[in-house]
């Protein structure tokens, strides 16, 4: 496999250690870190990052208790 072209979030700024970046392999997965932690690397279908980030936009996790 070649390396991920990893891509920072347009909401990270500067050299700030914590961003989140995501890239995409050849055959399409998609690939989540934390910059402050790369070895640590989520992956997912698109499909799934998609229905992910339409719930997070709409606030669907606004009410997660921890």
Known sequence: MS???WCK?????GDAA?????AADSV???HL???D?????ISTTPA???AFLRAAKSGE??????
Request: aromatic share 6%.
């Open 37 to 41: 932690d790369p070895e640590v690397v």
């Open 33 to 35: 870190r934390e910059s």
């Open 9 to 13: 979030s347009s909401f990270s700024t």
């Open 61 to 66: 996790f606004d009410r997660i208790e921890g």
């Open 18 to 22: 914590n961003c989140v970046e995501l």
């Open 28 to 30: 399409g997965t998609s």
């Open 48 to 50: 799934a990052l998609q």
């Open 3 to 5: 390396p991920l072209q």
